[in-house]
């Protein structure tokens, strides 16, 4: 059973940094894509980056392309998504998700059905 936790939101001004992480158990992490979500107050979840297993395969979201960088210590067992220049509007709970393998077909990434494993999310918040 994999078991995802996230970790390193919390407040930040308006143009600010911060960096979440995703920490894996139970399983040989470098098996599985991780994509990273997040849901803002009354929307639906959206997807913001995703990385492959060996992370040689990374897809971000438009709204977020030259801004947010995602990578991974496989050893670790440790997702990390690095946010820049965050704006107001991306306060939201992030959440990380994984699945078995690869998602290779366009758009799967970004489709939750496709991750089978899911951590109970961080709240990011942007205000000054």
């Known amino acids: 059973q994999v078991q995802l936790v996230e970790s390193g939101g919390g407040l930040v001004q308006p143009g600010g940094s911060l960096r979440l992480a995703c920490a894996a158990s139970g399983t040989t992490f470098s098996n599985y894509a991780v994509g990273w979500f997040r849901q803002a107050p009354g929307k639906e979840r959206e997807f913001v980056v995703y990385?492959?297993?060996?992370?040689?395969?990374?897809v971000h979201a438009d709204s977020v392309k030259g801004r947010f960088t995602i990578s991974r210590d496989n050893p670790k067992n440790t997702v990390y998504l690095q946010m820049n220049s965050l704006k107001p509007e991306e306060r939201a709970v992030y959440c990380c998700?994984?699945?078995?393998?690869?998602?290779?077909?366009?758009?799967?990434?970004?489709?939750?059905?496709?991750?089978?494993?899911w951590g109970q999310g961080t709240q990011v918040t942007v205000s000054s």
């Open positions: 998700a994984a699945t078995l393998g690869a998602l290779v077909y366009f758009n799967t990434w970004a489709d939750t059905r496709h991750y089978h494993y």
């Open positions: 990385i492959s297993g060996n992370g040689g395969r990374t």
